[in-house]
């Protein structure tokens, strides 16, 4: 069995005291949630202070992005074993702002999952098409081109070390959020793509979905057999919608 798994992605919001708050909030909740890991993903600068705020709670942590080299000459980028110093146990790559506005390639995404494996980093592997995309029809082809580069640079094996988040991206932030049926459609075929190569690693993969899940549409969407949690942008600003969220799943 996956365990659900609600993961936050902060993006850039916040300041020292609405992190304090909304820490405080999500950490006062927490006896609610029985079986999602719950995993927030501050701006990296706040994670020293979450890391202080979450410490004997169930609550994990993790970046936004993660460096594809281990150290050295790599203006503004944040090392994997910087990460694991602080205590952050997973990060968010390949997210589709950081593909489509920041130019972030496959191939350097795919790095960067092995820059987390090495590191001892659990990796969100964010994949998923563009509206154009999907009403091309090519929507199973552009999450596989995405899962094939990290495939080619590291083997299957090694999705089992990290989580694969669906984000289609024209659901996110955008209040659109995929039907389940659509949402569950894309999972399964992530998993039976997976399967082809290692069922093992295709059982044993959580494959999140995320864009636009908030504390209304999240039980729908757990439901389906292939969604194992989610990855939240907006309500997990929230303390009390991200907490609905992580309640609904499991
Ligand atoms: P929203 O939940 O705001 O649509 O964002 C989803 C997302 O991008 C999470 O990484």
């Known amino acids: 069995m996956r365990q659900p798994m609600i993961a936050g992605n902060w993006k850039m919001n916040g300041s020292t005291a609405s992190v304090k708050e909304l820490i405080a909030g999500i950490k006062a909740g927490m006896a609610s ?19 202080a705020d979450i410490t004997g709670s169930k609550i994990a942590c993790g970046s936004q992005n993660i460096a594809d080299q281990d150290k050295g000459a790599f203006t503004g980028e944040i090392a994997g074993s910087m990460l694991k110093d602080l205590g952050c146990q997973y990060a968010i790559i390949g997210h589709s702002e950081r593909r489509s506005l920041y130019g972030e390639s496959d191939e350097l995404i795919a790095k960067r999952f092995a820059a987390a494996r090495r590191a001892g980093i659990k990796p969100i592997f964010c994949i998923g098409e563009t509206l154009a995309e999907r009403e091309k029809g ?23 070390d990290g989580v694969i988040a669906y984000e289609p991206v024209w659901a996110i932030g955008t209040g659109k959020t995929a039907s389940p049926q659509q949402a569950q459609e894309v999972h399964a075929f992530i998993r039976g793509k997976i399967a082809k190569l290692d069922k093992a690693v295709a059982e044993k993969v959580q494959i999140l979905y995320g864009g636009s899940m908030n504390a209304a549409n999240a039980t729908e969407l757990l439901a389906q057999p292939d969604i194992d949690g989610g990855l939240i942008g907006g309500a997990a600003l929230k303390a009390e919608d991200f907490l609905t969220i992580c309640r609904a799943a499991g």
């Not at 927030?40 to 020293?48: D, G, H, Q």
């Not at 580069?149 to 999705?159: P, R, S, T």
């Open 33 to 51: 949630v029985s079986k999602a890991a719950v995993v927030v993903c501050p701006p990296a600068i706040y994670i020293p202070q979450v890391m």
């Open 138 to 160: 090519i929507t199973n082809d552009i999450c596989a081109r995405q899962i094939d580069a990290v495939i080619a640079l590291e083997g299957v094996a090694a999705l089992a």
